[in-house]
C-alpha cells in the first residue's frame, strides 16, 4: 500500500478537469496537466507522465510548453539530455516570438553563429525581456556578431537594468566607470552598483566596495583611483570553496553566486544550482531566491516552493516573487487572495515594489492606504514611487511636508520628480522637464527643461518626444524653430502610438504644404479619438485641403471634437448649424455651442454669441442655454 498522501480533493478535481480537455487535445490543457505531474498537484508526482503531457501540447505549437521541453533535454531532467532536440524545441518556440526562448536559444548559437545569435536577442529585446537586453548589450560591446557600439550598448543594458536585472546593472555600472568613448560617469556608476548590490550581486558588491574606498583618495588629475577585482575574486572563490566543502551554508550560496556570476571562477549554471540548491536545503533563504530565480527562468514550477520557503521565513524579496507568482499564475498556481497577503507582507518589511503594487491594487477602493504605501516606498528610495508621489502631489493628492512650510504641494512634487530623475527614471524625468517648462513649482528654466526632456525622450518616453517635438516645432526663447528635430521627436513618439504626436505630425506635413500626408496622420489620430485631429481633418474637409471638399464630413469630425470639449471645434461647428453648412439650419443648436465655445474663451464664438442671440427668439435663446448647461464633456 502507498504511504503517499493523497492529493487533497480540490487539486484532483482540478487535475480531472484539466484531463478531460488534455485528452481531447486541448495543448493548454496537455501543458497544465504536464506541470500537474512535475509538481505533485492533484496527482502523484510522475517526471515521465509530466514530459509525456508537454510533450502532447509542443508538439500542438504551444511556445511555453516548447520552451519548457527544449529546458528538459538541455539539463536531462525527466528525458536524456539530447542539445540537438533542446536546439530543436527551443528554435520553435522561438520562432513563435517566445522571450525566453529567444534569448536561450541565442546563448546555444553565440559561439558557432555570433550573427544568429545577435538577431534573436535582437527579437527579444523588441519584446522588452530584460536577459534579452543584457546579451545584445554585451554582444555590442563585444562586436560578437554586430560591430561594436558602446553607445547603444548603453541603451541595451540600462533597459535591462531598470527592469531589475542585477546583472544588467553591474554590468551597466562597469560600462559607466570605466568611460567608453567618454569620460567616466562615477557617480552614475556607483548608483547601479549599489542596485545590483542590493540584489546580492558579488561583483557589483565588491566593485562598489572598491569605488567607496577609493573615494577619499585622488590621484595627481583628481581623479578617483581604482584597483582592479579579478584577483581578489579569485582568492574569494579559494576561500569560500573551501568552507563551502565543509557544508557551510553561506558559503555554499557564496559559491553559488561566484559559478553564476563567473567571479574568480569560469561561469557555470549548472554547478551554480547544485551550490544553491545545498544551501536552500540548509534553510539559506537567498539560496532558496536565487534557486527559485533559476527554475522560474527555465519555466520550472519548483520556484514556487523554494520562493515560498524563503517567504516563509521573512525573505521579503521572495514574498514579493511568491506574490507576484501566484497573482500572474505565470507556473501553473493562482491564488489571488494569498498573492496579495504575500504582497502585504513583503511591504511590511519596506519592500518598494511591493508597496508600489499594493499601491496600484488599492487607489481606486482606498486612497488614503495607496497613498500611505506609495509615501513610504517613495522615502526608501524607489524610483517608481518618488514619480508617483510627486505626481500625487502635483495633483493635489499628495500631504505636503509639514517639515518645510515654505514649500507647496508643486514644489515638494518637483523634488520628488527630481529624486526619481536622477535614478534614470524617464516619465520623472519627463515630469521635471514639463515643470521647469511651465514654471510649476520651480523657476521656468528651458535650458534645465531641455535636458530632462532629452534624457527622457532618449529612454523612449514617448510624452517627452512628442513635448520636445513641440517645443522644436514653435520654438520657444532662446531655442529657435527646428522643424527637423521637430519631425524627429514626433515621428519616434508617434511611432509608439502616441495619439496626440501623430496629430502634431499632421500639423508639420501641413506647414510643408504636404495636405495628403498630413490628412493621413490626422486621420489615424481621428480614429483614436483625438480632438485636435478631428478638428483638424473637419477644417481639411471645409477648404478640400487634402480631400474632398464634404460640409457633412466636417460636421461629423467637429461634432465628435466639440463633445470632447474643444472650444474652435465648437465654435465652427456652431457655425454650420447657423448657416446650415453640410447640416440642417438649427439656430437653436447654434446657440448652444455659441455658449459653450465663448465660455471657453473663444474670441470668434464670443463675437458671434451676440448675433446668435439677435437672431434667436426667447425661447430658442432659453433652450440653447439649457442644452449648454447639461453638456458634460468626456
Not at 522571450?99 to 519584446?127: C, D, I, N, S, T
Not at 577585482?229 to 574569494?236: C, K, L, P, T
Not at 465652427?572 to 440642417?584: H, I, K, P, Q
Request: proline share 2%.
Amino acid at each position: 500500500m502507498s504511504t503517499e498522501a493523497r492529493p487533497p480533493a480540490r487539486e484532483r478535481r482540478a487535475f480531472m478537469e484539466a484531463m478531460k480537455a488534455a485528452r481531447l487535445g486541448v495543448a493548454e490543457a496537455q501543458y497544465e496537466i504536464g506541470l500537474m505531474y512535475a509538481n505533485g498537484v492533484g496527482v502523484h508526482s510522475d517526471i515521465e507522465q509530466a514530459v509525456h503531457w508537454v510533450r502532447q501540447a509542443a508538439q500542438r505549437g504551444l511556445a511555453n510548453a516548447q520552451y519548457l521541453l527544449a529546458t528538459r533535454y538541455e539539463t536531462g531532467v525527466g528525458v536524456e539530455a539530447n542539445m540537438q532536440q533542446a536546439t530543436l524545441w527551443l528554435a520553435r518556440a522561438a520562432e513563435q516570438g517566445h522571450a525566453k526562448a529567444l534569448v536561450r536559444l541565442g546563448r546555444l548559437l553565440a559561439q558557432a553563429h555570433p550573427e544568429q545569435a545577435f538577431a534573436l536577442y535582437q527579437q527579444g529585446a523588441q519584446a522588452g525581456q530584460a536577459e534579452a537586453l543584457l546579451a545584445m548589450g554585451m554582444a555590442l560591446l563585444a562586436g560578437n556578431g554586430t560591430a561594436v557600439d558602446a553607445q547603444a550598448a548603453e541603451e541595451c543594458l540600462r533597459g535591462a537594468a531598470e527592469k531589475g536585472l542585477a546583472s544588467a546593472q553591474h554590468a551597466l555600472a562597469e560600462l559607466l566607470a570605466q568611460g567608453r568613448n567618454r569620460a567616466p560617469e562615477l557617480a552614475q556608476a556607483r548608483s547601479w552598483y549599489r542596485q545590483a548590490a542590493a540584489q546580492n550581486h558579488i561583483a557589483a558588491q565588491v566593485a562598489l566596495e572598491l569605488l567607496e574606498r577609493s573615494a577619499p583618495a585622488s590621484g595627481r588629475s583628481g581623479q578617483a583611483r581604482r584597483r582592479p577585482a579579478a584577483a581578489e575574486q579569485r582568492q574569494a572563490a579559494k576561500r569560500w570553496l573551501q568552507v563551502a566543502q565543509h557544508g557551510n551554508a553561506d558559503a555554499r550560496y557564496q559559491m553559488g553566486v561566484m559559478l553564476e556570476q563567473g567571479l574568480g571562477v569560469a561561469p557555470d549554471r549548472s554547478a551554480a544550482a547544485q551550490w544553491y540548491e545545498l544551501a536552500a536545503q540548509q534553510g539559506h533563504t537567498l539560496a532558496q531566491c536565487a534557486l527559485a530565480r533559476m527554475c522560474e527562468s527555465d519555466g520550472d514550477a519548483q520556484a514556487l516552493s523554494w520562493y515560498q520557503s524563503a517567504a516563509k521565513a521573512g525573505e521579503a524579496q521572495a514574498q514579493f516573487a511568491l506574490a507576484r507568482l501566484l497573482c500572474s499564475g505565470e507556473l501553473g498556481a493562482s491564488d489571488h487572495l494569498q498573492g496579495l497577503d504575500w504582497y502585504m507582507r513583503a511591504a511590511v518589511q519596506g519592500h518598494g515594489l511591493a508597496l508600489v503594487t499594493l499601491a496600484n491594487l488599492f487607489s481606486a477602493e482606498q486612497p488614503h492606504v495607496a497613498l500611505a504605501c506609495v509615501q513610504r516606498a517613495a522615502d526608501g528610495g524607489v524610483a517608481q514611487a518618488q514619480y508617483l508621489y510627486g505626481q500625487r502631489l502635483q495633483r493635489g493628492q499628495g500631504l505636503a511636508d509639514p517639515a518645510e512650510p515654505g514649500a507647496n504641494a508643486a514644489a515638494q512634487a518637483v523634488q520628488w520628480f527630481a529624486r526619481a530623475a536622477s535614478q534614470g527614471h524617464a516619465q520623472a524625468q519627463c515630469a521635471l522637464g514639463l515643470a521647469y517648462l511651465n514654471g510649476q513649482g520651480v523657476a521656468s528654466d528651458l535650458n534645465q527643461a531641455l535636458l530632462w526632456l532629452t534624457r527622457a525622450a532618449d529612454q523612449g518616453d514617448a510624452a517627452a518626444q512628442w513635448n520636445l517635438g513641440a517645443l522644436y516645432a514653435g520654438g520657444r526663447g532662446e531655442l529657435a524653430q527646428d522643424l527637423k528635430q521637430a519631425f524627429v521627436w514626433c515621428e519616434r513618439a508617434a511611432a509608439q502610438g502616441f495619439v496626440a504626436a501623430l496629430s502634431n505630425l499632421g500639423v508639420l506635413h501641413a506647414r510643408l504644404g504636404s495636405a495628403e500626408r498630413a490628412v493621413r496622420c490626422w486621420q489615424q489620430a481621428a480614429e483614436q479619438g483625438d480632438a485636435e485631429a478631428q478638428y483638424n481633418l473637419a477644417l481639411a474637409c471645409l477648404k478640400g485641403e487634402g480631400l474632398t471638399r464634404d460640409s457633412a464630413r466636417a460636421f461629423d469630425y467637429l461634432l465628435r471634437a466639440a463633445e470632447q470639449g474643444l472650444a474652435p471645434a465648437q465654435s465652427r461647428l456652431a457655425l454650420l448649424y447657423a448657416t446650415a453648412d453640410g447640416v440642417a439650419l438649427d439656430p437653436v443648436e447654434a446657440h448652444k455651442w455659441f455658449v459653450l465655445a465663448a465660455a471657453s474663451g473663444d474670441t470668434a464664438a464670443q463675437a458671434n454669441l451676440a448675433r446668435s442671440s439677435g437672431l434667436c427668439s426667447p425661447a430658442q435663446r432659453a433652450e440653447g442655454e439649457r442644452r449648454a448647461k447639461a453638456c458634460k464633456f468626456t
